[in-house]
């Protein structure tokens, strides 16, 4: 069976990760201090703050804004349940708005008859690693005076209009969850434009203590006075470690996932059984996914299946969980989309051979 994915784990880190294993010192340090320093320089992040999940990541930012309970948050439906649970931690209701087809991403059409008094944030995700309409985005979050958090999860390395991904908005989430293109086992980080949030979140994401004024005498509480609730959200030196190495490899990653994406484009694009995503030159994809639509899709996943090729549904629609108050009627788009988006494999160990049979598999697909 061609595999879905494939966990990037370069043979070079198991040196470093040894040393730092018995290094005598696990915690949060210095490994975490050069793991930001060099996400920061790559991708040109004001200020990086590494946490233990893009979960965490996601909770922090609206915690940050402020989000709490009885307030509502602009979101999409069409995601990993991280997002919308994140929302729900911080006791808020999302507000489901609908995606489009052609992106999977939220639209931004259907965004601003659905704020209220309440909301007080708005979140979208570049699904698959395919950037938002930002600019659509941020011109309704402006008219209403609301911050918008990214949920970049499977997005590094993607670019709006040549700004890269994580440049854009207040708060943009990352992951370094096992099968996202980089990993540290779990991890992942916030990028915050704003310094004072920033130094916020420092504290917030160690249970609101401030480490730089923290004293060092034998006979006091070490904690300056701790105004605001935080998290146990840190990274710790053995995830940075990994992701340190991990880093090194990400421009390779990033081209040879490219590389793969553009073959299925090219060779699908033809293809009148199934229909591609858009790919617009303004948004700089991380081909985290590549997923196609197809009608009778069970059968499809059926079909390849049967020919060694594990196609997959990546999500489900949020909406229909209780948690989350139900299925909405007023979603059309992800109605549709919800019965026929397919991902096709797409990771750095398909070689051009599973790639070309995926593509010919296809093409005799009979629908
Ligand atoms: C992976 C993912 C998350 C969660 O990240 P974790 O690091 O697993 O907590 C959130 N949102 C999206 C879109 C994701 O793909």
Known sequence: MISPFSVHMPDSVKEPLLKTLFSGYIGEGEKVKEFEKKISEKFNIRNCVALNSGTSALRLALSLIGVGPGDEVI??????LATNTAILEQYATPVFADIKHETVNINPEDIAHRITDKTKAIVCVHWGGYPCDMDEI??????????VVE??????????KGRQIGTISPYT????QAIKHITTGDGGFLSILDDDKYKEAE??????????????TLSEDPCEDIKEPGFKYHMNNISATIGIEQLKYFDFLLKKRAKIAQRY????????????LENNPNKTHANWMFAIHVKNRTRFLEYMRAKGIGATIHNWRNDKHSVFGGLRDDLPNLEKVNETLVNLPLHHNLSEKEVNYIIEVIKKWKK
């Open 75 to 80: 979101s999409t439906p069409y995601t990993a």
């Open 151 to 160: 949920d970049a999860a499977q997005s590094l390395g993607a670019k709006y």
């Open 173 to 176: 989430v990352f992951s370094f």
């Open 265 to 276: 484009r090219e060779q699908l694009a033809e293809v009148s059984q199934i229909e591609l």
């Open 203 to 216: 504290r917030r994401k160690w249970y609101g203590i401030d480490r730089a004024k923290r004293k060092k």
């Open 138 to 147: 941020h011109r309704i979050a402006n008219a209403h005076g609301l911050p």
